[in-house]
């Protein structure tokens, strides 16, 4: 088809439909109210996706981490006649070592081991998280220093009583004192402080055997200095009954150096581990595999875009048939038109293609007013969001777990999803009329002629 | 003698399933260039289907009708719209203009079907408003039919069954809705036309109309019953 034929069946198009304004505007209407929510549907799902993509990448996508479980109750036998059973679980530092020696694609193997603990200075006092670590720890973990320095392989040969404490343990413990240089008690033991790590957010929980954590409470020491100190015994007391457990590590993370080895490395990890018949009878650990997660919440990204993305589809369907039906009543209404046309010289394939023109120029405005409609989805959600933080849960609502994650929701708008829209909506434009074009193009031109 | 158009033993039938309607049962008339025949006869006599079938909108069902040295009776709908398209000027009784274009843009119709599809040109635009001229709407180009008169809005008509330059024009009761002042203006265009050497072939059950004709040409039944070429002098 020549430019300038196709400049004229769109100006003829345009002119139809200027002819009816309101009916053209209203029938336009349906597709960009599903132009818009097709894209508004994706943009919710992506922003919530690459929320927990995040989540994922924190925890590295090059890491395995080892985490320590305890066992389900009833290989511990606590029962009431038990009580002074110590139960003991987890990752030693045997499986450390065989890991260590083992696993060559890895560059790095991390132990920790974390146990809550009543850290006090003065008067204050708070729970803590004390956690035992090595250097690396803080790469790890993304942690930043706001004062002084993190531990140093020095402060693992020496067994140094330095502790490096945790933005919110500071304020709680020290208010607006300086903690640097200071003491600090925590489970019977002083340590001198000589860091403070930078508020970071929390990690979320990820695929159930990782729980989420809460970096801003931690009380980070040197994990031979906390081994020598401590043993391997933890004793809780807990409403009047008592518990000892021992275990030795939380938490193993081994870094690996390329990323095809990640999962490979994982299963060898898991063999190895389970040679110990100890772990094969407790199950006591779990191997969390984030580059697994991710490839896991990748699938769930696309099952969430394909169900969000299909519902917003059908309300593009229904303007479609909006536009099938209003080219239909059209085509009756102008079949003296098209005789006329017929009678001068029109080929049923030209009356197709003004027909077809009118509903692409129709879907295809349709569809672009729609795309800009939703670019603006984010600051349409961020106001949604204003609007019922301000009036609908000020009035008390309650349901205190929904808003938070309602206000946490980002949408985030998937850039492909543009095209995509819009070239469905220019689709659905030429679906719907194909039909009515046809119909057009069959009429009898006598019996058009003389329709009235 | 150089023929317009001719039929010959023109036959056309309406399959109405329990029935077989015989509209033409054998036609066979010549139109010479620069003829102006009207063609006469009372409802049901076969004259609509004879218009429709000169005018490419319609297929005989046997017999040969030569337009401009072509056989065009048995073309396929897209040869029939060139036909249509190029061959012949439609004028219809109830004139049939696009209601939303101007008179210019009404001109300009056929322009846009012509085989190939070239864009108009200043050449062409200006030779539409020289027809909207002549036949006496120089002022009213870009009025829309609704601000029009029955006869201005049958000169339109007129004008765009000139603009490409048809065999034939043929004209179905062009007077039919008009009063008889109009009526005479239309007419008077018609004669000119005609003097300037157009062939018109026009459908009319109107006696002093068909008297404008050089000849007249009487249907029944789907035959022609008799011809005669008596002047109104």
């Given at each position: 088809?020549?430019l300038?034929?196709?400049?004229?069946?769109i100006?003829?198009?345009?002119?139809?439909?200027m002819?009816?304004k309101?009916?053209?505007?209203?029938?336009m209407?349906?597709?960009?109210?599903g132009?818009?929510?097709?894209?508004?549907?994706?943009?919710?799902?992506?922003?919530?996706s690459?929320?927990?993509?995040?989540?994922?990448l924190?925890?590295g996508?090059?890491?395995?981490?080892?985490?320590?479980i305890?066992?389900?109750?009833?290989t511990?036998q606590?029962?009431?006649?038990?009580?002074?059973?110590?139960?003991?679980?987890?990752?030693?530092w045997?499986?450390f070592?065989l890991l260590d020696?083992?696993?060559?694609?890895?560059s790095?193997?991390?132990p920790v081991?974390?146990?809550?603990?009543?850290?006090r200075h003065?008067?204050r006092?708070?729970?803590?998280?004390?956690?035992?670590?090595?250097?690396?720890?803080m790469?790890?973990n993304?942690?930043?220093?706001?004062q002084g320095?993190?531990?140093t392989?020095?402060?693992?040969?020496?067994?140094t009583?330095y502790?490096?404490?945790?933005h919110?343990?500071?304020?709680?413990?020290?208010g607006?004192?300086d903690?640097?240089?200071?003491?600090?008690?925590?489970?019977?033991?002083?340590y001198?402080i000589?860091g403070?790590?930078?508020?970071?957010?929390?990690s979320a929980?990820v695929g159930?055997s990782l729980?989420?954590?809460?970096?801003?409470?931690d009380?980070y020491?040197?994990?031979e200095t906390?081994?020598?100190?401590?043993k391997?015994?933890v004793?809780?007391v807990?409403?009047?009954?008592?518990?000892?457990?021992?275990?030795?590590?939380n938490?193993i993370?081994?870094?690996?150096?390329k990323?095809?080895?990640?999962?490979?490395?994982s299963?060898v990890?898991r063999?190895s581990l389970?040679?110990?018949?100890?772990h094969?009878?407790?199950?006591?650990?779990?191997?969390?595999v984030p580059l697994?997660?991710?490839?896991?919440?990748?699938q769930?990204?696309?099952?969430?875009?394909?169900?969000?993305?299909?519902?917003?589809?059908?309300?593009?369907?229904?303007?479609?048939?909006?536009?099938?039906?209003?080219?239909?009543a059209?085509?009756?209404?102008?079949?003296?038109?098209?005789?006329?046309r017929?009678?001068?010289?029109?080929?049923?394939?030209?009356?197709?293609?003004?027909f077809l023109?009118?509903t692409?120029?129709l879907?295809g405005?349709?569809?672009?007013?729609g795309?800009?409609?939703?670019?603006?989805?984010?600051?349409?959600f961020?106001?949604?969001?204003w609007?019922?933080?301000?009036?609908v849960?000020?009035?008390?609502?309650g349901?205190s777990?929904?808003?938070?994650?309602?206000s946490d929701?980002k949408p985030?708008i998937?850039?492909?999803?543009?095209?995509?829209?819009?070239?469905?909506?220019?689709f659905?434009?030429?679906?719907?009329?194909?039909y009515?074009?046809?119909?057009?193009?069959?009429l009898?031109?006598?019996?058009?002629?003389r329709h009235? | 003698?150089?023929?317009?158009a001719?039929?010959?033993?023109?036959h056309?039938?309406?399959?109405?399933?329990?029935?077989?309607?015989?509209?033409l049962?054998g036609?066979?008339?010549e139109?010479p260039k620069?003829?102006?025949?009207?063609?006469?006869g009372?409802?049901?006599?076969?004259?609509s289907?004879?218009?429709?079938?000169?005018?490419?909108?319609?297929?005989?069902t046997?017999?040969d009708?030569?337009l401009g040295?072509?056989?065009v009776?048995?073309?396929?709908d897209?040869?029939l719209s060139?036909?249509?398209?190029?061959?012949?000027?439609?004028?219809?009784?109830?004139?049939n203009?696009?209601?939303?274009y101007t008179?210019?843009e009404?001109?300009e119709?056929p322009?846009h079907?012509?085989p190939?599809?070239?864009?108009?040109?200043?050449?062409?635009r200006n030779?539409?408003?020289?027809?909207?001229?002549m036949v006496?709407?120089g002022?009213?180009?870009?009025?829309r039919?609704y601000?029009l008169s029955?006869?201005?809005?049958?000169?339109?008509?007129?004008?765009r069954a000139?603009?490409?330059d048809?065999?034939i024009?043929?004209?179905?009761e062009?007077?039919?809705?008009?009063?008889?002042a109009t009526?005479?203006?239309?007419?008077?265009?018609?004669d000119?036309?005609?003097?300037?050497g157009?062939?018109i072939?026009m459908v009319?059950h109107?006696?002093?109309?068909?008297?404008r004709?050089?000849?007249r040409?009487h249907?029944k039944?789907g035959?022609?019953e008799?011809?005669?070429?008596a002047t109104?002098?």
């Amino acid at each position: 088809m020549h430019l300038s034929r196709l400049i004229r069946t769109i100006q003829l198009a345009l002119k139809s439909l200027m002819l009816h304004k309101l009916r053209s505007g209203l029938t336009m209407l349906g597709i960009v109210f599903g132009v818009f929510s097709v894209i508004a549907m994706l943009a919710i799902g992506e922003g919530a996706s690459q929320q927990a993509q995040d989540q994922v990448l924190e925890l590295g996508a090059m890491n395995i981490i080892i985490r320590s479980i305890k066992p389900p109750e009833d290989t511990g036998q606590s029962g009431g006649g038990n009580r002074s059973r110590v139960l003991s679980y987890g990752l030693k530092w045997t499986d450390f070592h065989l890991l260590d020696k083992t696993i060559k694609t890895k560059s790095k193997a991390i132990p920790v081991r974390e146990i809550v603990q009543e850290a006090r200075h003065l008067h204050r006092s708070l729970n803590v998280r004390l956690v035992g670590c090595t250097p690396e720890y803080m790469e790890v973990n993304h942690l930043e220093l706001s004062q002084g320095r993190f531990l140093t392989d020095e402060d693992q040969q020496q067994l140094t009583n330095y502790a490096v404490i945790a933005h919110e343990t500071a304020q709680e413990l020290y208010g607006i004192e300086d903690p640097v240089g200071s003491s600090i008690l925590v489970g019977g033991a002083s340590y001198q402080i000589i860091g403070v790590t930078r508020p970071r957010t929390a990690s979320a929980a990820v695929g159930g055997s990782l729980s989420g954590q809460d970096y801003n409470k931690d009380v980070y020491v040197p994990l031979e200095t906390l081994r020598s100190r401590m043993k391997d015994l933890v004793i809780r007391v807990s409403a009047g009954s008592f518990s000892a457990e021992e275990f030795q590590l939380n938490q193993i993370t081994l870094l690996i150096k390329k990323r095809e080895d990640v999962i490979p490395t994982s299963d060898v990890v898991r063999e190895s581990l389970l040679l110990d018949p100890d772990h094969v009878q407790k199950k006591d650990f779990a191997v969390v595999v984030p580059l697994e997660l991710l490839k896991q919440a990748d699938q769930l990204r696309w099952i969430f875009n394909i169900v969000l993305g299909s519902i917003a589809a059908i309300s593009l369907v229904v303007g479609g048939i909006g536009i099938m039906n209003i080219m239909l009543a059209s085509v009756t209404e102008r079949t003296r038109e098209i005789g006329i046309r017929r009678a001068l010289g029109a080929r049923q394939i030209d009356i197709i293609q003004q027909f077809l023109m009118e509903t692409v120029v129709l879907s295809g405005i349709g569809g672009i007013v729609g795309v800009l409609l939703g670019l603006s989805t984010p600051y349409a959600f961020l106001g949604i969001q204003w609007f019922v933080e301000a009036f609908v849960l000020e009035a008390g609502s309650g349901d205190s777990e929904l808003a938070r994650i309602f206000s946490d929701m980002k949408p985030q708008i998937a850039y492909w999803s543009l095209p995509v829209a819009f070239g469905i909506s220019v689709f659905i434009g030429i679906v719907s009329g194909l039909y009515p074009a046809f119909a057009a193009a069959k009429l009898d031109p006598i019996e058009a002629l003389r329709h009235e | 003698m150089k023929l317009a158009a001719s039929l010959h033993d023109l036959h056309k039938y309406y399959d109405l399933g329990s029935v077989v309607v015989k509209a033409l049962r054998g036609v066979s008339a010549e139109f010479p260039k620069g003829d102006f025949v009207a063609i006469m006869g009372s409802s049901g006599s076969g004259k609509s289907t004879m218009l429709n079938v000169l005018g490419g909108l319609d297929r005989a069902t046997h017999g040969d009708y030569v337009l401009g040295g072509h056989n065009v009776a048995q073309l396929g709908d897209d040869d029939l719209s060139r036909i249509r398209n190029q061959m012949i000027g439609f004028i219809f009784q109830s004139y049939n203009l696009i209601p939303q274009y101007t008179a210019l843009e009404n001109i300009e119709v056929p322009l846009h079907y012509r085989p190939g599809y070239p864009a108009i040109g200043e050449a062409e635009r200006n030779r539409c408003i020289d027809l909207g001229e002549m036949v006496g709407l120089g002022d009213r180009l870009d009025h829309r039919p609704y601000q029009l008169s029955g006869g201005q809005q049958q000169r339109v008509a007129i004008a765009r069954a000139l603009v490409n330059d048809p065999e034939i024009i043929l004209a179905d009761e062009p007077t039919g809705n008009l009063d008889s002042a109009t009526e005479e203006e239309i007419m008077a265009i018609l004669d000119r036309l005609n003097r300037q050497g157009r062939t018109i072939i026009m459908v009319t059950h109107e006696p002093e109309v068909s008297m404008r004709a050089k000849r007249r040409i009487h249907m029944k039944d789907g035959l022609i019953e008799r011809e005669d070429n008596a002047t109104a002098t």
